[in-house]
């Protein structure tokens, strides 16, 4: 069966800081995968999206960045965190090839201070 | 610009009411419309999806309603129980697998 990881699962950090969130899929290959970001009480928003490998979409221009090393691999980074950064950031992936379920991970909350 | 707007934005149901959440959408390439569930500090949980080919669709105490016309689904909670206390999200999605979300509606059940 399919899993999805992400790390870590709470964070603080200064602004200014930089910032290294990662996320992981188990059991499925070649999968879409998504970041999200959910302000407290809002709905969710969507960041990048990726199809494979190194080819990474940006939906909102901001300071965060996304990148897709290998396969089931998708990070999201910051050089210089602001305080609007603040927020639940969710992965999420999708079989695809047909199939729209998209499935997401537990979730990482971010505060910057 | 949001693509689907949700209503109401929270909702109060006695034990063994009816929840009924309503989404509108604008983009009539939208093929794929998902409820989901997500509880406090969780990550959402798909919980029933429908194709626009079928008008409805009931998975145990869940139903989504679906009105071509219109442009506008809905998802129907019956026996609401305190368990389904949670906020939902409706979504939508064209072939590039994006989804375009709700702002969600908070659902209270009270016992």
């Known amino acids: 069966s399919q899993t999805i990881h992400q790390w870590p699962a709470t964070l603080v950090q200064p602004v200014g800081s930089p910032l290294s969130l990662e996320c992981t899929v188990e059991g499925t290959s070649n999968p879409n995968l998504y970041w999200y970001r959910q302000a407290a009480g809002r709905g969710l928003q969507l960041l990048f999206y990726?199809?494979?490998?190194?080819?990474i979409s940006s939906e909102v221009p901001q300071n965060l960045s996304a990148s897709r090393p290998q396969d089931r691999q998708f990070i999201l980074s910051s050089k210089k965190l602001l305080l609007s950064d603040s927020g639940f950031y969710l992965c999420?992936?999708?079989?695809?090839?047909?199939?729209?379920?998209?499935?997401f991970g537990p979730g990482t909350r971010l505060t910057v201070t | 610009q949001q693509q689907v707007k949700q209503s109401p934005q929270s909702l109060i149901v006695q034990k063994g009411g009816i929840s009924i959440i309503n989404c509108a959408y604008e983009?009539?390439?939208?093929?794929?419309f998902p409820w989901y569930q997500q509880f406090p500090g969780k990550g959402p949980a798909l919980l029933i999806a429908?194709?626009?080919?079928?008008s409805e669709k009931k998975e145990g105490r869940f139903t989504i309603s679906f009105n071509k016309s219109a442009k506008q689904f809905s998802l129907h909670i019956m026996d609401s129980q305190p368990g389904d206390s949670a906020t939902y999200f409706c979504?939508?999605?064209?072939?590039?697998?994006?989804?375009?979300f709700g702002a969600g509606t908070t659902v209270t059940v009270r016992a």
């Open positions: 999420a992936w999708v079989l695809g090839q047909g199939s729209y379920e998209q499935y």
């Open positions: 990726s199809v494979g490998i190194g080819q």
């Open positions: 429908i194709r626009p080919d079928v």
């Open positions: 983009n009539t390439a939208f093929d794929y």
């Open positions: 979504a939508a999605s064209i072939s590039d697998y994006k989804l375009s």
